[in-house]
């Protein structure tokens, strides 16, 4: 799903690879940024796109991260076809982003158990410790 701030009449498309791929990008429109948080909850858009004078996009300046790296701005109505492909390559960027990471995986570690609270503690303080050796701090414990 793409959300387009500042135009009403863009429909998008994306090169195929094959022939069973689809060209056309689902493509929402909006003339401003005013109803920003009804949008993000109705459209989940993937990408946001915007239009024209970007100080004229103040809720989407305002909002957080997770909004703004979806966001592609343009002062101008770009090449169709570029837009399109770019729209198509910052989501595929969103998907494979790892964070923080530096490219290394997350690791999350699942303990089953059954009422065993006090133990938490002390099966998180292992994990960390046998990761200590290794030094690597991208650790998510569940």
Not at 116 to 136: D, G, K, P
Request: proline share 4%; with cysteine.
């Amino acid at each position: 799903m793409i959300c387009i701030f500042g135009r009403k009449d863009i429909e998008l498309v994306t090169p195929a690879a094959e022939d069973y791929e689809e060209e056309r990008l689902d493509c929402r429109c909006y003339s401003s940024d005013s109803h920003l948080e009804q949008v993000l909850i109705h459209d989940k858009p993937h990408v946001i796109i915007t239009i024209g004078n970007r100080s004229s996009y103040t809720n989407l300046i305002e909002a957080p991260f997770e909004i703004q790296k979806k966001w592609l701005h343009y002062d101008a109505l770009p090449d169709l076809d570029q837009l399109g492909i770019s729209a198509y390559n910052l989501y595929f960027t969103n998907i494979f982003d790892v964070g923080d990471a530096d490219g290394k995986p997350l690791v999350t570690i699942f303990t089953a158990a059954y009422n065993l609270m006090a133990y938490r503690n002390v099966i998180f303080a292992v994990s960390i410790c046998q990761q200590a050796e290794v030094t690597y701090p991208y650790i998510a414990c569940r």
